[in-house]
């Protein structure tokens, strides 16, 4: 089945530094990538769309400047969280979908927890 | 936007039983619901999808339906076991436009020996 690969899986970052999360999807091609946020014992919240090739699309709230996203490739998408603060720790997790006919649901990388100390 | 609402207690439940998981949405009706498993530090995990025609969904263990009068879906798993236990979030379309997910905020369950 499809499969979604996301690194690091933990990462503690100093206040002020930036950090990149990598996510790949490793059997299929993903011309869109979903970027989640999720704080503990709250559900996943949608942060931005990333289109390859293109400019990601981001959720109302979500600042574009500090939540750069790179969708280079058909398979690879990155999210850098520029000049972190203790406020952005928190558990990011990506997700895409294959085109497979009859495959509809969509595969999750296994996220990232952050730290900012 | 769409409004989600699971139960946001955990469900304790005894082996072998049936767990039945509830999922409200308060405005348009969704083209399509989803539901997914979460366990502790992973990501969500597709289980089922169910489409607005189709009143019914199974899947092994799995039974899911869809009320688009009620704006309800419930989620069964049938003789549940220990390994059952985790979060179990609903997902529908953000908007009827477009293909991005909104979550629920899970229903926790524990399914005790």
């Known amino acids: 089945g499809a499969v979604v690969s996301q690194h690091p899986s933990r990462v503690i970052c100093k206040s002020g530094t930036s950090v990149k999360i990598e996510c790949r999807s490793l059997d299929f091609q993903a011309t869109t990538m979903f970027w989640y946020r999720q704080f503990p014992k709250q559900s996943l919240m949608l942060m931005a769309t990333s289109n390859e090739g293109s400019k990601a699309t981001y959720e109302q709230g979500v600042e574009k400047d500090k939540f750069l996203i790179n969708h280079a490739s058909l398979t690879l998408s990155t999210l850098t969280v520029t000049s972190a603060h203790p406020e952005d720790s928190s558990f990011y997790i990506c997700s895409a979908r294959d085109g497979t006919p009859g495959n509809y649901g969509y595969t999750f990388g296994s996220g990232t927890r952050l730290t900012v100390v | ?113």
């Not at chain 2, 083209?31 to 999808?49: M, N, S, T």
Request: charged share 20%.
């Open chain 2, 1 to 113: 936007s769409q409004k989600i609402e699971q139960n946001s207690e955990a469900l304790n439940i005894q082996e072998g039983k049936t767990a039945t998981l509830t999922c409200n949405y308060t405005n348009y009706s969704p083209a399509y619901l989803q539901w997914y498993r979460q366990d502790p530090g992973r990501g969500p995990v597709f289980l089922l999808l169910i489409r607005e025609n189709e009143k019914e969904k199974r899947k092994e263990r799995l039974k899911v339906t869809f009320d688009t009068t009620l704006k309800q879906s419930l989620f069964h798993i049938t003789a549940s076991q220990p390994a059952d236990s985790a979060t179990y979030l609903c997902a529908l379309p953000l908007n009827n436009a477009g293909n991005m997910l909104t979550f629920g905020g899970g229903t926790r369950l524990m399914v005790k020996p």
